[in-house]
C-alpha cells in the first residue's frame, strides 16, 4: 500500500520556533524555525518513505470564517517577526525537497489537506497527515491518519481511529461536535460556556451531536449547564460550522505532482550552507542521485613516483598548501599542492620546504600540521594563512568550521554533500581551491578590520599553541597519588558522617535517593523539582545552607568525589610516556576569543578548594635546573573597563595605584578608603566584577545575600559615581541593536543578534554579552598578544625557558635557574606592552618548584 505525507506547514515550522532556541546565521537571520523544520523532513523522508508528499500553507486573506464570524481568531498573537522572515526559506527547502506547495486565498491549510485526503484516500493509498492542530482529527478515518507533532516536530504521536475511540470514545465526526460544543480559545470559537471537554464528552456520549443534545435539552441535568445550553444555541451551532473543515477547497490536486522521487541534494546542500546548517549537512544521503546541472565530481589524491618532483614543483611556486589527513584523529599523513599525499613517513623529507621562509604556507588546521612536524625537528616559516582560524575570525559563533562549507562559499565548488567531511575528495578540493579561498577569506577580514588581528595575533600564535601542545607540563604521578588517597579517605569519612546523621545507608550520588531523604526523611524544604523528583543540584544545596549540618557534608562530599574522578584519576590517565601531559589548546572554540584546554582541561583545575590547589603541587619542571614561574594580569578586565569607557574616577584610581574595590567601598558607601570594612570591599568587589556582566539587583542580592532594595542602592550608587562606565554599558547596547555586532579594541567582531530578539529573556542576555563582549574580549586578545610576543622573544633570542600553559589571564613558564632574572624582565615588558590603555596593565610574577608554589 502506498503513502501520501500532507503536511500543515504553517503548524510544523510554527511548533519548531516555539520549540527550539534562538538560532541565527552570520548575517543575524534567525534560522531555528527552518532547522526544526528540516529536522521533520528528514524524518519524514527517512522513517515514512512517502510515495507521495504535499504541503499546504495559510494565506494572510480572510477565510470564509471570517466572514461568517468577525472575531474568529481575534486577539490571536500575530507572528513574530523572527519567524515570519523564515517562512520563505522554508518553502524554497520544501521545493528542494521536491515537495509541492498548495494555499489559496479564502481557505486554511486544514482545508486544503482535508480535500487533499478526501480525494485520494482508499484502499490503494494511505494518507499520513503531519500536524501540531488537534482540529485535523477530524479527519481521521480508515485510510487517513494523524501524527500529532508534541513538544517540537520530532516528539509525534499516532492518532488513528483506534485513537479517537480510547481518547473521547467518538467517531471523527464526533470530534466536530465536541469541538462545536467546547469551542476553541487558540482560534476564539466561542462554543458554549461552561462547556468543557468533560462535559461535552458527557453529552455526546448520550446525543451524539448537537442536534441531538438540543432535541433531548429538557433532558439535561444541571440547571446552569441547562441554561447555559439555551442561551447559547446559535453560538453552539455557530461554533460547529467554524470549526467544521472544509473538504472542497478549488484547487486542482494531481497525485503526479505529489510523487516523491528522493530530493535534490545538491540544492538541499546550497541552502544549508546559506543558511550555516553545518550539523545538517551530514544527513543529506550519498544515495539519492543528484540532479543539480552543475554537478561536480571532485578528483581524488595524486601519488608521486619521485617526491623530488614534487618538492621541486613547491619551491617554483612559491606557496606550499597543507592539510592533514587523518583516521580515528591520527594524522596519517598531509595532502599539499596539486593534490599530492605524503605519507606520515615522507614528511620529513619535506623540511626544507617548511623551513624556508621564502615558501608561503597556507593551511586548514595548520597547529596539528605544526605540532606532528616539531616532534619530527621540522619547524614551519612563514605560514600565512589558516583557513579555519580566518573562518573563525569572520563568524566566532559557529560550533565547527567545516571545510565543505568554506569551499563552497569561498571557492563557489558544489556537489560536496555527497562526499564525507574527510574524504580524499573533500580535503584535495580544498587543497586545489585553498589560494582562491585565501584571498577571498582574506578580503572578507579587511573589509571587517581584523587584518592586523588575523596576520599580527591570530596566525602567529599557530606556532606559539603547537609549542605549548608539544613541550607539555611535567606532571609527578607519585604526587597525584598520595593526594588521591588523602582526597579517598576523606570521602570514607564524610559518608560515614552524612550515614550517621541520617540513620541508614543510601546512594549519596543519587540525586534520586538523595532527594528523599532530605526532602522526606529529614523534611527539609523543597526548593524546587524535576521530572524525575526532588532537584538537588548546587543552587539547591547553597539554598538549604545553613539549615542542617548536612548539607555542607554533602558539599563537601561532591566537592571532593569530582576532584577525586575529574582531576585525580582523570590527569592521571592522561599522563603519557615521557612524563608530562600535552592539552590540546583551541583557538577557534570559544565566542570570546579566548583560548581553551581540552585533553585534559588544564585551565579547569579548581583553585577556590585547597585540596583542588594542592594538585598544581603535581605539575613540576621537565628537570632540576628548571623552576615554575607564573605571571598574571591584575584586575585585567577592570583595567580594560577604565580605558574603554573613559570613566575618571575609575582612571585615576588605576593611575594613583589604588585599590579598586577600596576606592569602588568608598564610592558607594560613602565612606573614606581609610574607613572601609572587609565586608565592605567585598561587596564592592562582587560590584565590580559583576557589572559588565549585566549584574541585575536580583542577582546581587543572591550573592550577597542581601535583599533587593539593597543590592538596587549598590548598583545606584555605582553607577552615579561611575557615570563613564554607565554610559559606555548604554551606548555598547545601543550599538549592538544598530550593528548587530561588537568589537574588541582590535576589531574582534562577534555577532549578537539575540540583542533584536522579541523574546525578553533573551533580548537581556544579548544586552548582558554586548556589555561583556568588548571587555572580555580585549582581554583575550591582551592576553594572545602577550603570548606571540613572549614565545617570539624566547625562540629568536634562544633562551633555554619555555611557555608551557596559559590559564585565562595568566602565563606559565619553565624557567631555565640560569634565566631567572632575564625572565623576570622579559616577561614583565611583554606583558605590559601588549595595547597602549589609559591605565597601566600590572602583573603578579611568582617562581616555584611546582604550579603551586609559583601561585
Request: glycine fraction near 6%; charged fraction near 30%.
Amino acid at each position: 500500500m502506498k503513502t501520501l505525507v500532507v503536511l500543515d506547514g504553517n503548524s510544523i515550522i510554527n511548533r519548531a520556533f516555539y520549540a527550539l532556541p534562538a538560532m541565527t546565521n552570520s548575517k543575524a537571520i534567525p534560522t531555528g524555525a527552518v532547522y526544526g523544520f528540516t529536522n521533520m523532513l528528514f524524518k519524514i523522508v527517512n522513517d515514512i518513505k512517502p510515495n507521495y508528499i504535499a504541503a499546504a500553507f495559510d494565506r494572510k486573506a480572510p477565510t470564509f470564517r471570517h466572514i461568517e464570524y468577525k472575531e474568529y481568531k481575534a486577539g490571536r498573537k500575530k507572528m513574530p517577526d523572527e519567524l515570519r522572515v523564515q517562512m520563505e526559506p522554508a518553502k524554497k527547502l520544501l521545493e528542494a525537497f521536491n515537495i509541492g506547495i498548495y494555499e489559496i486565498d479564502g481557505y486554511e491549510a486544514d482545508d486544503i489537506i482535508g480535500t487533499i485526503a478526501r480525494k485520494f484516500e482508499g484502499e490503494e493509498l494511505k494518507v499520513i497527515i503531519i500536524t501540531g492542530d488537534k482540529d485535523s482529527l477530524q479527519l481521521i478515518s480508515e485510510n487517513t491518519n494523524i501524527y500529532l507533532t508534541k513538544k517540537g516536530t520530532t516528539d509525534i504521536e499516532v492518532c488513528d481511529i483506534n485513537y479517537l475511540k480510547e481518547k473521547f470514545d467518538l467517531d471523527a465526526k464526533g470530534f466536530i461536535e465536541l469541538k462545536g460544543l467546547m469551542g476553541d480559545k487558540s482560534d476564539n470559537i466561542p462554543g458554549v460556556p461552561g462547556v468543557g471537554e468533560k462535559t461535552a464528552l458527557k453529552l455526546l456520549h448520550q446525543y451524539k451531536t448537537i442536534e441531538g443534545v438540543y432535541e433531548n435539552i429538557e433532558a439535561v441535568s444541571g440547571k446552569k449547564l441547562k441554561e447555559n445550553l439555551i442561551n447559547h444555541r446559535e453560538d453552539a451551532f455557530l461554533s460547529k460550522k467554524l470549526s467544521e473543515i472544509d473538504c472542497n477547497v478549488p484547487l486542482e490536486f494531481n497525485l503526479e505532482d505529489m510523487d516523491f522521487k528522493g530530493y535534490n541534494s545538491d540544492k538541499v546542500e546550497k541552502i544549508f550552507i546559506e543558511l550555516e546548517f553545518k550539523s545538517l549537512l551530514g544527513k543529506i544521503s550519498q544515495k539519492i542521485e543528484s540532479t543539480y546541472e552543475d554537478e561536480v565530481v571532485l578528483s581524488g589524491i595524486k601519488t608521486y613516483t619521485s617526491i623530488d618532483d614534487v618538492i621541486e614543483s613547491v619551491k617554483s611556486s612559491g606557496f606550499l598548501s597543507v592539510v592533514p589527513k587523518k583516521s580515528k584523529g591520527e594524522i596519517l599523513g598531509i595532502i599539499i599542492n596539486e593534490g599530492y599525499f605524503i605519507p606520515s613517513g615522507d614528511i620529513y623529507k619535506l623540511k626544507d620546504v617548511f623551513e624556508d621562509t621564502n615558501i608561503s604556507k597556507y593551511t586548514y588546521g595548520g597547529k596539528e600540521v605544526y605540532t606532528y612536524i616539531l616532534k619530527l625537528g621540522i619547524s614551519m616559516n612563514s605560514l600565512k594563512f589558516d583557513a579555519e582560524i580566518a573562518a573563525y575570525l569572520i563568524n566566532p559563533s559557529e560550533s565547527k568550521y567545516d571545510i565543505k562549507s568554506i569551499i563552497n562559499r569561498y571557492a563557489n565548488v558544489s556537489g560536496l554533500s555527497r562526499y564525507e567531511d574527510d574524504s580524499e575528495e573533500v580535503l584535495v578540493s580544498l587543497i586545489e581551491n585553498l589560494k582562491g579561498i585565501k584571498e577571498n577569506m582574506l578580503e572578507e577580514i579587511k573589509s571587517k578590520g581584523m587584518e592586523i588581528l588575523f596576520e599580527e595575533v591570530e596566525m602567529p600564535l599557530v606556532e606559539t599553541l603547537a609549542s605549548m601542545e608539544y613541550l607539555g607540563f611535567k606532571v609527578n604521578k607519585e604526587k597525584l597519588d598520595e593526594l588521591g588517597k588523602v582526597i579517598v579517605s576523606d570521602i570514607e569519612k564524610l559518608t560515614k558522617d552524612i550515614y550517621s546523621m541520617v540513620g541508614e545507608e543510601f546512594n549519596i550520588n543519587s540525586p534520586k535517593q538523595l532527594g528523599v531523604i532530605l526532602f522526606e526523611k529529614m523534611d527539609l524544604p523543597v526548593i524546587k523539582k524535576t521530572k524525575t523528583g526532588y532537584s538537588t543540584d548546587a543552587e539547591v544545596l547553597d539554598e538549604l545552607s545553613g539549615k542542617h549540618e548536612i548539607i555542607s557534608k554533602i558539599i563537601q562530599f561532591r566537592q571532593l568525589s569530582k576532584l577525586n574522578s575529574t582531576y585525580i584519576e582523570g590527569l592521571k590517565s592522561c599522563i603519557q610516556d615521557d612524563e608530562k601531559i600535552h592539552s590540546s589548546f583551541n583557538q577557534t572554540i570559544t565566542t570570546t576569543g579566548r583560548i581553551s584546554s581540552t585533553e585534559p582541561n588544564l585551565q579547569n583545575i579548581p583553585i577556590k578548594l585547597e585540596m583542588g590547589r594542592q594538585i598544581r603541587k603535581a605539575f613540576v619542571p621537565s628537570d632540576s635546573d628548571y623552576v615554575i614561574m607564573a605571571a598574571d594580569y591584575s584586575q585585567i578586565e577592570l583595567r580594560i573597563l577604565a580605558h574603554i569607557s573613559e570613566d575618571e574616577n575609575l582612571i585615576y584610581a588605576f593611575n594613583n595605584n589604588q585599590d579598586i574595590h577600596t576606592r569602588t567601598a568608598s564610592e558607594v558607601f560613602s565612606v573614606p578608603m581609610e574607613e572601609v570594612t572587609n565586608i565592605q570591599r567585598s561587596n564592592a568587589k562582587a560590584v565590580n566584577f559583576g557589572i559588565v556582566y549585566g549584574l541585575s539587583d536580583f542577582g546581587l542580592s543572591k550573592d550577597l545575600k542581601i535583599t533587593r532594595k539593597e543590592a538596587k542602592q549598590y548598583i545606584d550608587n555605582y553607577f552615579a559615581r561611575y557615570q563613564g562606565v554607565k554610559t559606555y554599558l548604554d551606548n555598547t547596547i545601543e550599538t549592538a541593536k544598530t550593528q548587530g555586532y561588537v568589537k574588541t579594541l582590535i576589531n574582534r567582531v562577534r555577532y549578537i543578534p539575540e540583542i533584536s530578539s522579541s523574546n525578553r529573556n533573551v533580548r537581556m542576555y544579548g544586552e548582558r554579552l554586548a556589555m561583556n563582549t568588548p571587555i572580555q574580549g580585549t582581554a583575550a586578545d591582551i592576553i594572545k598578544i602577550a603570548m606571540v610576543n613572549v614565545y617570539a622573544r624566547l625562540k629568536n633570542e634562544k633562551f633555554r625557558s619555555k611557555l608551557i600553559l596559559q590559564v585565562h589571564d595568566e602565563l606559565i613558564l619553565e624557567v631555565h635557574k640560569d634565566e631567572l632574572e632575564k625572565m623576570k624582565l622579559l616577561v614583565e615588558e611583554e606583558m605590559k606592552n601588549t595595547l597602549k590603555l589609559s591605565v597601566p596593565l600590572e602583573i603578579s610574577m611568582n617562581f616555584g618548584e611546582n604550579w603551586y608554589e609559583a601561585k
